[in-house]
Antibody, heavy 125, light 111 residues
């Protein structure tokens, strides 16, 4: 069974940091591009970041670029999101999602065929 | 606000057909594949349609997608109670920074 399990969410202070993890199983992790998507409860999803199959290419939404870093450890079948300089508006449920491509261009990505259950991040003093 | 605009709501009785529109521009829908996601209450989004009009295995045939120029639509034929959910279109947008974008979302209610 293809499965993604996020962890690492919690409460952080404004300006603080958190590291999210996503453990993958049931598929060949290093064949696929992975994404982070967040969603404020009651609002629509917002794409945050992607990393291609070997970690060589990453992309970010403007609102997190320079503050968040996506990475992966293919030896551990794990995806990470290092979040720093956190703001109240970063509070959301963060999902990791698997794509069906190994690429990173707009022509290749978007087929998010598997999602985790999400981990909740709250930024508050 | 998203660059992809959807109607906030749609509804129908069981068995009816419902269509949801997704309007964009040449920098997104007009250039890249369009995806549709279904989100049931309290659940993660689920891929419903990929690459404009293709259905993943396991998605019922009553769901279909189409695209023309800078607009797309999702049609649910033969609405069922379990289709009551939020629906989002999504695609890449090659604006100044380039990013994947989701639509504003449509809540489908089965009357």
């Amino acid at each position: 069974e293809v499965r993604l399990v996020e962890s690492g969410g919690g409460v952080a202070q404004p300006g603080g940091s958190l590291r999210l993890s996503c453990a993958a199983s049931g598929f060949i992790f290093d064949d696929f591009t992975m994404h982070w998507v967040r969603q404020v409860p009651g609002k629509g999803p917002e794409w945050v970041s992607l990393i291609n199959f070997n970690g060589a290419f990453t992309r970010y939404v403007d609102s997190v670029r320079g503050r968040f870093t996506v990475s992966r450890d293919n030896s551990k079948n794990s995806l990470y999101l290092e979040m720093s300089s956190l703001r109240a508006e970063d509070s959301a449920l963060y999902y990791c999602a698997k794509d069906t491509t190994s690429g990173y261009s707009g022509y290749e990505v978007g087929n998010f065929d598997t999602w985790g259950q999400g981990t909740l991040v709250t930024v508050s003093s | 606000q998203s660059v992809l605009t959807q109607p906030p709501s749609a509804s129908g009785t069981p068995g009816q057909g419902v269509s949801i529109s997704c309007s964009g521009s040449s920098s997104n829908i007009g250039t890249y594949y369009l995806y549709w996601f279904q989100q049931l209450p309290g659940r993660a989004p689920k891929l419903l349609i990929y690459k404009d009009d293709r259905r993943p295995s396991g998605v019922p045939g009553r769901f279909s997608g189409s695209k023309s120029a800078t607009s797309a639509s999702l049609t649910i034929s033969g609405l069922r109670s379990e289709d009551e959910a939020d629906y989002y279109c999504a695609t890449w947008d090659n604006g100044p920074s380039g990013s994947f974008v989701f639509g504003t979302g449509t809540k489908v209610t089965v009357l």
